[in-house]
T-cell receptor
């Protein structure tokens, strides 16, 4: 049972445009969400997070939006750069626990 | 730089031959995790240590064991690897009750 779903395995955007990566979840007990970025042959690195008490968090070119009623979050990258090409994982926490539940990832390719 | 180190980066073993993967950290974090990630799938938590307390996921096969001799090191032992155990194994650390986990680069295990 996949509690965190990333339904788009891949996404291709042009440099300078907006990249929007989507994530859906089914467990209403999740109260903290994170996005990780992974380059080939490297481990995932933390990118940005959001608490369930917020609906938006911004850090430079990266913004995460949370729609709790729809159990949906999205990562916006503006403007997209070639160095953003990587696999992006959505992950979720249940409060008070140590367990991260990951999605299957979306491969982003930013083309010149 | 503080980091999470995994050795080896690539491991080849034979069917049924025990193998040990190593993880060390210089972050002095309380919690250490082992994840299994198969191709195009989400990283899946196998178990984690909160200090010396071992926490096994319910669906982790008995074939997988772990040791944490001290704060810095954690080992993953696969007693009798099967072909289905071929995967990327990711080690991660976090401070107690923190949401962000820091990942190592992973060990790619091949079972012949």
């Amino acid at each position: 049972d996949q509690q965190v779903k990333q339904n788009s395995p891949s996404l291709s955007v042009q440099e300078g445009r907006i990249s929007i990566l989507n994530c859906d979840y089914t467990n209403s007990m999740f109260d903290y969400f994170l996005w990780y970025k992974k380059y080939p042959a490297e481990g995932p690195t933390f990118l940005i997070s959001i608490s369930s008490i917020k609906d938006k968090n911004e850090d430079g070119r990266f913004t995460v939006f949370l729609n709790k009623s729809a159990k949906h979050l999205s990562l916006h990258i503006v403007p997209s750069q070639p160095g953003d090409s990587a696999v992006y994982f959505c992950a979720a926490f249940t409060g008070g626990g140590n367990k991260l539940t990951f999605g299957t990832g979306t491969q982003l390719k930013v083309e010149l | 730089d503080a980091m999470v180190i995994q050795n080896p980066r690539y491991q080849v073993t034979q069917f049924g031959k025990p193998v040990t993967l190593s993880c060390s950290q210089t972050l002095n974090h309380n919690v250490m995790y082992w994840y299994q990630q198969k191709s195009s799938q989400a990283p899946k938590l196998l178990f984690h240590y909160y200090d010396k307390d071992f926490n096994n996921e319910a669906d982790t096969p008995d074939n997988f064991q772990s040791r944490r001799p001290n704060t810095s090191f954690c080992f993953l032992d696969i007693r009798s690897p099967g072909l289905g155990d071929a995967a990327m194994y990711l080690c991660a650390t976090s401070r107690a009750m923190a949401n962000e986990q820091f990942f190592g680069p992973g060990t790619r295990l091949t079972v012949l």
